[in-house]
């Protein structure tokens, strides 16, 4: 059974931090390059960062250059989003996804940016 699951989110002060993990189980990890998306109330799903199967090669919006960087580990199949100096407009549901032969995607995790 293919599982992506989402954890770390939560609510942070803005200037904050959060780290989000993705487990994958159920399917060939490596093969797969993974993204992050996000989902802001009333907006469309749009992505945030991707990462190669290897993780030689990242690509992030231009919104978040230089604040969240994007990593994996094969070895324990896990992809990775460290976002730095957070702001209001970060506000979202944060998802993870697999692609290769087709797409997997995780169940979501909240990420609010207040004070």
């Known amino acids: 059974q293919v599982q992506l699951v989402e954890s770390g989110g939560g609510l942070v002060q803005p200037g904050g931090s959060l780290r989000l993990s993705c487990a994958a189980s159920g399917f060939t990890f490596s093969r797969y390059a993974m993204s992050w998306y996000r989902q802001a109330p009333g907006k469309e799903r749009e992505l945030v960062a991707a990462?190669?199967?290897?993780?030689?090669?990242?690509y992030y919006i231009d919104s978040v250059k230089g604040r969240f960087f994007i990593s994996r580990d094969n070895a324990k199949k896990s992809v990775y989003l460290q976002m730095n100096s957070l702001k209001p407009e970060d506000t979202a549901v944060y998802y993870c996804?697999?692609?290769?032969?087709?797409?997997?995607w995780g169940q979501g995790t909240q990420v609010t940016v207040s004070s």
């Open positions: 996804k697999a692609t290769y032969e087709r797409d997997y």
């Open positions: 990462i190669a199967r290897t993780g030689g090669t990242t």
